[in-house]
């Protein structure tokens, strides 16, 4: 009951639920004790609606913005209580005293500062915002930015002016239980010159000298950057706040290619969710602005998503565009028709180029190029050693839809990791879902809910286990060294300070490259030393960005998954994995329909094929899909010689070749037509009469 109400909320937390419905009995609270009245019922009040108010805002509840919807927003919510407030002191039979006409004179022209704030605010946030905003670009050396207003002022700037309106409040409540008027001018007098104060002290932060540079300068500050910097190859991207992974699985691969790399985003929110990289990134989230960037020295464009924002680059003719996607599996957007605007469609294996010419969208096969994933160099074949292997579960989300072919969550999960937790000899699970998981059904949600319950529940009841023994001391250790990375990674993570505005951060976010290697280094240690810091036979629920997925690929022995590019990408480890049939297709049908799972142990909802990965764990010798494996591992992905990124490297090269023929050739056509017009002019223009223009 709970977890629906939660749902139907859209609150996060038991705890924010609870908050928001001490708020909204508040405000009846408010009503009844100032009818009453009794000023002590009043305060108590109050002050739950106060902190409850405050604590969802400090939470960035989703209840706040619905709230605004139903017009009863953060502003409205203060007015109610401070008018209930005056009938309060009404209905104490006060008024007829000064400081009654005294406390409505105050919160209207409280009221009325708010106005003037809000616009402050407001156009000094919009002043402030950039054309475009960057990383690891080197605009203070052509550009004066200043800093920002100090964050005690624009930081959550509404919420602050609001709650000035305490003073007062607590002055006229103390006023009324002590008969003293002067508690309550004073606390008047304390909000009004808080307020007006507030308001006085935003206005320089408009001043021309406090404010960055017009866009034309911003502009022409960049497009001098780009022509010392000379980009060669391009990523690009766009998409929705939970899309930055897209991009951010690509960083890596820029930083190590051979060619002069560039990232060009199109949405703010992505930039703030962008992993660290070395790499130069510009956000332009003006198309027009994109259009007028030079970008004449680029010769290839990789884009990993197919949007609608795409169309800003791919008219530029000077520069091949590639589609290289986020992830490589059966699902249909790996077949996408859209895909046909691009020179080229870069998939990992021969996979991908059957996979295309199954679907017949209209794809050349031509125009597809085999280039491996750089990205999966980091996947260890060899499983850790140990007695309790480890098998990693890792679903995909629901999808946007309710086909059950989308997730094993819903059918078939429970099942799956009951089976884990109960097999014998016995194997550790690790669960990793999808971070969308849950975000569309609430069914999935609660599987997921369920799903990890039982994982906490069997890690307890093995700690107390005699078969199982810890290493206390070990451990201690880890989590010691894992407090002390996380602290220098910390100290490198960032040459600058994220929460400033764009200004700023487009001012000093550049990344020093031998701290971005150091830090490199030190995740690798964070991560050996995560898996040592609890025990190697404990259940683990694992969710959040560290540790990464192929980190738990590397700290396993075998995957339980679903179709997505998960699968695809565990088969460069080699190790078995198993694949849910959640749509009861039957093996025979799920094989022929995705190629990822023909060397997989194919699971009904039942789960009751999975003795077969176990027993493939435990004898990998006698495992009958081993060569399969290996056989489909260079089906999807390529050879493992070359490597992926020498592939990589070498597709862009080639692509950047016949970019700049193009190029050349378009200019030598040219200069042609122009020594052509230019000797056919005379003649065209002799055997016209005196005076007549040629059309």
Aim: charged fraction near 25%; glycine fraction near 6%.
């Amino acid at each position: 009951m709970i977890s629906t109400a939660i749902r139907v909320a859209r609150v996060g937390s038991v705890a924010e639920l609870a908050a928001a419905v001490l708020m909204m009995l508040g405000y009846p609270g408010l009503m009844a004790s100032a009818l009453v009245p009794s000023a002590p019922a009043f305060a108590a009040a109050a002050a739950v609606t106060y902190l409850a108010d405050l604590y969802l805002h400090r939470k960035r509840s989703r209840l706040i913005d619905l709230l605004v919807k139903v017009r009863a927003g953060m502003a409205t919510r203060f007015l109610v209580r401070e008018l209930l407030l005056i009938l309060l002191l009404a209905r104490l039979d006060l008024s007829e005293d000064p400081v009654f006409y005294a406390a409505i004179a105050c919160f209207t022209v409280f009221f009325g500062l708010q106005a003037p704030h809000s616009a402050l605010v407001t156009l000094i946030d919009k002043r402030r915002q950039m054309p475009v905003a960057t990383r690891n670009v080197d605009l203070a050396s052509r550009l004066r930015i200043p800093d920002a207003p100090p964050r005690l002022l624009l930081a959550d700037a509404t919420v602050k002016m609001l709650h000035l309106d305490l003073a007062a409040v607590v002055g006229l409540l103390v006023g009324a239980v002590t008969g003293s008027q002067r508690a309550g001018f004073a606390g008047i007098g304390v909000t009004l010159g808080l307020g007006a104060l507030y308001v006085l002290v935003l206005v320089p932060h408009l001043r021309a000298r406090r404010l960055p540079p017009k866009a034309d300068k911003v502009l022409g500050a960049l497009s001098a950057w780009l022509r010392e910097y000379r980009p060669e190859t391009v990523l690009y991207f766009s998409g929705s706040d939970d899309s930055a992974y897209q991009v951010n699985m690509w960083l890596e691969t820029m930083e190590q290619m051979e060619s002069r790399p560039l990232v060009i985003l199109r949405e703010r929110v992505i930039l703030e969710k962008m992993a660290p990289t070395s790499v130069p990134v510009v956000c332009v989230p003006g198309g027009v602005h994109l259009m007028n960037m030079d970008l004449s020295m680029v010769r290839v464009a990789l884009y990993c998503a197919n949007v609608g924002k795409n169309i800003h680059l791919l008219r530029v003719p000077t520069m091949k565009h590639v589609f290289i996607g986020h992830g490589d599996s059966d699902k249909a957007a790996s077949v996408n028709p859209f895909s046909k605007v691009y020179d080229e469609v870069w998939t990992a294996g021969r996979a991908g180029r059957d996979r295309y010419a199954i679907a017949d969208v209209g794809i050349r096969d031509e125009d597809i190029v085999e280039v491996g994933r750089p990205q999966l160099a980091p996947i260890r074949a060899v499983a850790p050693e140990g007695d309790v292997p480890t098998v990693l579960y890792a679903p995909t989300w629901e999808g946007w839809d309710d086909n059950p072919g989308n997730t094993s969550l819903l059918l078939a999960g429970e099942n799956i990791v009951k089976k884990l937790i109960a097999a014998e000899p016995p194997v550790r699970v690790l669960y990793k879902p999808h971070p969308f998981t849950g975000t569309r059904s609430a069914k999935a949600a609660t599987a997921h809910r369920r799903i990890t319950a039982l994982i906490k529940k069997a890690a307890a009841e093995r700690a107390g286990d005699p078969r199982f023994t810890a290493d206390p001391a070990a451990q201690a250790a880890a989590k010691s060294e894992l407090t002390r990375l996380k602290a220098r990674l910390d100290g490198l993570a960032l040459a600058f300070d994220a929460r400033a505005d764009e200004a700023v951060t487009s001012r000093d976010g550049i990344v020093d490259v031998r701290k971005h290697e150091e830090a490199a280094r030190l995740r690798a240690d964070w991560d050996d030393a995560y898996w040592r810091s609890f025990p190697s036979f404990e259940h683990r629920v694992i969710t959040g960005a560290e540790p990464r997925l192929y980190d738990c690929f590397n700290a396993s022995a075998a995957m339980v998954s679903d179709i997505s590019s998960v699968v695809s990408d565990f088969i460069a480890s080699g190790k078995p994995y198993a694949v849910t049939d959640s749509a009861e297709l039957g093996a025979e049908d799920f094989r022929r329909q995705n190629t990822a799972v023909r060397a997989a142990v194919i699971l009904g909802n039942g789960a009751a094929e999975l003795d077969q990965l176990l027993d493939a764990v435990r004898d990998p010798a006698a495992d009958p899909l081993a060569k399969d494996r290996k056989e489909l591992k260079e089906y999807l992905l390529g050879p493992d010689q070359p490597t992926s990124l020498q592939r990589f490297d070498a597709a862009v090269t080639r692509l950047a070749l016949k970019a700049e023929a193009r190029n050349v050739s378009q200019q030598s056509l040219g200069a042609a037509a122009a020594e052509a017009s230019v000797g056919a002019a005379p003649d065209d223009g002799a055997a016209l009469p005196k005076g007549v223009a040629t059309a």
